[in-house]
């Protein structure tokens, strides 16, 4: 049996709010799993060093399962929450490459446009 | 006097004869060689043949047992026929008493007598009386089914038509309302054609040599018709009332042969494995009889035991399905050969792209060679061009400039055939977070993966799991198809042309009896249609609506492990084109590549493929290579992954002296296979009979080897395959 990993080792969980970006249509494995992905692009502030300072990034967020057809449907623009894991994009990238995997996804706003500043 | 010995032959793998008393109650004079008789064996009994009948045995006289019963009269096989068919045994080292069993129909292989078999086609003698089949209505059924068809049914209709008929037709025909009918002429054969001046020459000269053996190589491009010349030569050799045997490499091509015979003045059977055991026992006795004049089956048709041969013909006589693979590999088409010299008829092999052997004996003297070099009626040769793949955007496996063609042709309301030797939805499943990938775990393989079926399946050993829901390694449901087989690229094109039937004909979308003449008729019912297909559609079906013909994947065969692996893309290019363009308009073929520089390609694709047999044969002669040199591999494979190399070095250690080349023991090209490790020892030697020397040498003291009992192991006298 292999060991139990350290409690540190073991965590692995995030939320993170932001913008829905380029939804692909939701697909379905050979072994009748379906999966969505979407690009969640997220701003916000921080503070850091006892400063403000501005958050941003962008990452790819897989939703498979019963969540797929809920990703699938979400509009370009849509503000959403999502709280998952953090794995590897894939095995042909560094495993410095992530995606967040939706256990839960709530969304904040349906449908407005990006505000381009 | 004392009693005569029988020497008898029994379907064992034992290299040797019996020797039995005669069965009690039997006259002596009864007994002739070719007859079945039921022996004890061991504590069951089997059935044997009798081989001759001798005056004194090497075993005691109180160790001889007695044959129970004879089962024949009259000697199944001539004396003739046994000659043949210890030249067989002799020729692929193989036991006699199987070589003799696997020679006849399976219902003779069992202690049946060989009774009459049944008549193939029943009509009604007089209508029942009102009364006559009151209490039996199932009779009265089927007398009223046989009242519609005056003309007589065959058993065939009956079996699809009337479950369970023939008790019932027995009491019909004892009540004298029903009777065995001779098969009513064809209702409308398809017309004699026109031959064209190349045909009316090749069939002259074939018909000067009607008497006596004349092996002849008949080299006609697709769709020059030679079918027709076997048909007009076959009416020749009926009228000298003779028999004709046709060999063809697939069962999906005999209904379409068959009704092409069908216009000839007899009675013309198939032989294969896709008939019934009575079906094919009722066919060998029409052949056996000299009822039959035409006998076109698969390649174990050339154990038919013709009454009065006259001519024996191999059509599309390149193909690798005349050898058969396992138990005893022999060769249908050069069977064929010895079977036209023992008969002393002629023997047409005909071919668009004849095997490098072939052209080789032609091109020595040793065959006649007849060149039909154009299209029969208004075809035209098709124009062909490699796409280079490289760096192209492929929607799925088709490249811009393939689709765009493709758009061309259907618009204008004509059909497009794609080849892809490659079944199923695609070759491998593969994780996408951590680079898993689906193997079987009895192969050294991939298991190719079956949407439709929702299975992975392994092509090499047959066996099928469900589809995994996620990665065993890692357990990440993002599990993904990659490569594309038949099954997928008919989804894409399904997709990419929502307005074309797309038609797959590939051995899991025709494994209805009877779906692949559906897919076929429905493809030559016309309008714009897109065949997909794998190696099946390439073979010599008509399909004069296509004009334009595609290969997927020419690498799949350039990167082939065997050494006939070019020869066969050749063919197999060469066959797909002469899809292309056999109606009116001139065809088209493009074959996709990252390698359209390659040198053989580029030959065949700009000199065609006598060019391209020219310089393999040159490749061949170099490497000492058949038809050059003669191969025979030693098999071995076991669970156990020592045992086969072990078992194979033992047998090298005890080889007798010879000139012949001995490569191995080396693993297999794919080592594991269904659960086994196979290894292998190749011999080549320049010359045929040195080899057969060896080998007879050597079998004995193989056999004789500890670590042969370790090991199934097979020897294959020229394979087809040496990987």
């Known amino acids: 049996m292999p060991?139990?990993?350290?409690?540190?080792?073991?965590?692995?969980?995030?939320?993170?709010?932001?913008?829905?970006?380029?939804?692909?249509?939701a697909r379905v494995t050979p072994g009748g799993v379906p999966i969505a992905t979407f690009l969640l692009a997220h701003r916000s502030h921080q503070c850091e060093a006892g400063l403000p300072r501005e958050a941003w990034l962008r990452i790819r967020v897989l939703a498979a399962?019963?969540?797929?057809?809920?990703?699938?449907?979400?509009?370009?623009?849509?503000?959403?929450?999502?709280?998952?894991?953090?794995?590897?994009?894939?095995?042909?990238?560094?495993?410095?490459h992530l995606a967040l995997h939706a256990h839960t996804l709530r969304i904040v706003e349906r449908n407005e446009p990006i505000h381009e500043e | 006097?004392?009693?005569?010995?029988?020497?008898?032959?029994?379907?064992?793998?034992?290299?040797?004869?019996?020797?039995?008393?005669?069965?009690?109650?039997?006259?002596?004079?009864?007994?002739?060689?070719g007859q079945r008789l039921l022996v004890p064996f061991g504590r069951s009994r089997r059935v044997a043949l009798l081989l001759a009948v001798k005056d004194s045995s090497a075993l005691p006289a109180e160790r001889l047992r007695r044959a129970e019963r004879l089962l024949d009269e009259a000697p199944l096989l001539t004396a003739a026929e046994l000659d043949f068919l210890h030249w067989v045994a002799d020729y692929y080292h193989h036991p006699l008493g199987e070589v003799l069993f696997h020679a006849l129909p399976a219902p003779l292989r069992q202690a049946r007598p060989a009774r009459a078999p049944e008549p193939d086609y029943w009509r009604l003698r007089r209508p029942p009386d009102p009364s006559e089949l009151k209490r039996a209505p199932r009779q009265a059924a089927l007398a009223a089914l046989l009242a519609e068809h005056p003309e007589g049914l065959p058993a065939a209709r009956l079996d699809q038509a009337f479950p369970g008929w023939r008790p019932l037709m027995k009491q019909l025909v004892r009540r004298g309302l029903a009777c065995a009918s001779a098969?009513?002429?064809?209702?409308s054969p398809p017309p004699a054609l026109e031959l064209n001046p190349e045909q009316q020459a090749a069939l002259t000269a074939l018909e000067a040599r009607l008497d006596g053996f004349h092996p002849c190589l008949l080299e006609g491009v697709t769709g020059s018709g030679k079918t027709e010349v076997y048909l007009r030569l076959a009416e020749a050799v009926l009228a000298r009332g003779r028999q004709v045997l046709v060999l063809v490499p697939e069962i999906g091509l005999t209904p379409q042969l068959l009704?092409?015979?069908?216009?000839?003045?007899?009675?013309?059977?198939?032989?294969?494995?896709?008939m019934s055991d009575g079906e094919r026992l009722r066919a060998w006795w029409a052949a056996r009889r000299?009822?039959?004049?035409?006998?076109?089956?698969?390649?174990?048709?050339?154990?038919?035991?013709?009454?009065?041969?006259?001519l024996v013909v191999v059509d599309e006589e390149h193909d690798p399905s005349f050898k058969q693979q396992e138990g005893l590999r022999y060769s249908g088409r050069d069977l064929a050969l010895v079977r036209a010299q023992r008969w002393e008829v002629p023997l047409i092999l005909g071919s668009a792209t004849p095997s490098l052997e072939s052209l080789h004996h032609a091109r020595e003297g040793r065959y006649h060679h007849l060149r039909l070099s154009r299209r029969a009626g208004a075809a035209r040769p098709p124009q062909i061009d490699c796409l280079d793949l490289r760096g192209q955007p492929l929607h799925g496996n088709l490249s811009p400039v393939l689709l765009e063609a493709m758009e061309r042709h259907l618009r204008r309301g004509e059909q497009v055939l794609l080849y892809l030797n490659r079944r199923g939805y695609s070759p491998v499943l593969l994780c996408h977070e951590c680079g898993w990938v689906a193997q079987c775990p009895r192969c050294d393989s991939r298991y190719t993966l079956h949407k439709g079926r929702a299975r992975l399946h392994c092509h090499h050993c047959d066996k099928t799991v469900a589809v995994p829901r996620q990665c065993p390694?890692?357990?990440s449901v993002d599990l993904r198809p990659v490569g594309f087989g038949t099954e997928r690229t008919e989804e894409v094109l399904r997709q990419r042309f929502p307005e074309v039937p797309v038609l797959r004909i590939d051995r899991d979308s025709t494994r209805r009896k009877g779906s692949l003449e559906a897919v076929l008729e429905r493809a030559r019912a016309g309008g714009a249609a897109i065949l997909l297909g794998t190696q099946m559609l390439a073979k010599g079906h008509h399909l004069p609506q296509i004009t334009l013909a595609a290969v997927l994947d020419a690498d799949q065969g350039l990167h082939g492990n065997d050494f006939r692996a070019l020869e066969r893309l050749a063919q197999l290019i060469t066959q797909v084109s002469g899809r292309a363009g056999r109606g009116e308009r001139a065809g088209r073929v493009l074959i996709q590549t990252h390698h359209p520089d390659h040198p053989l390609l580029t030959t065949l694709v700009h000199s065609g493929y006598p060019a391209f047999a020219e310089a393999a044969l040159g490749e061949r002669r170099a490497a000492g290579l058949p038809p050059f040199g003669h191969l025979a591999l030693i098999r071995a494979e076991s669970p156990s992954p020592e045992a086969p190399e072990r078992f194979l070095r033992a047998a090298l250690a005890q080889c007798p002296e010879s000139p012949v080349i001995r490569l191995g023991p080396a693993p297999a090209v794919m080592e594991r296979r269904a659960g086994r490790h196979r290894f292998q020892i190749l011999l080549i030697s320049p010359r045929r009979a040195p080899l057969h020397r060896l080998i007879a040498a050597w079998l004995p003291r193989l056999e004789a080897l500890p670590e042969a009992r370790r090991v199934r192991w097979s020897l294959d006298i020229d394979p087809q395959e040496t990987f």
Do not use: K
């Open chain 2, 290 to 310: 000299g009822e039959a004049g035409v006998i076109i089956g698969t390649r174990s048709a050339v154990f038919a035991p013709l009454a009065r041969p006259g």
């Open chain 2, 473 to 475: 390694a890692c357990g």
């Open chain 1, 3 to 25: 060991q139990p990993l350290p409690r540190a080792e073991r965590a692995n969980r995030l939320v993170l709010g932001g913008r829905v970006e380029a939804v692909e249509p």
């Open chain 2, 183 to 187: 098969p009513p002429p064809p209702p």
């Open chain 2, 1 to 33: 006097m004392s009693e005569p010995i029988l020497e008898l032959a029994l379907a064992t793998p034992l290299r040797r004869r019996f020797d039995y008393l005669p069965p009690a109650g039997v006259e002596h004079h009864r007994l002739q060689a």
């Open chain 2, 259 to 274: 009704q092409r015979f069908a216009r000839l003045p007899t009675r013309v059977v198939a032989l294969h494995s896709g």
């Open chain 1, 65 to 96: 399962g019963d969540l797929a057809p809920r990703a699938a449907a979400l509009a370009v623009g849509a503000e959403v929450e999502v709280e998952g894991f953090l794995s590897r994009s894939s095995y042909r990238r560094e495993p410095t």
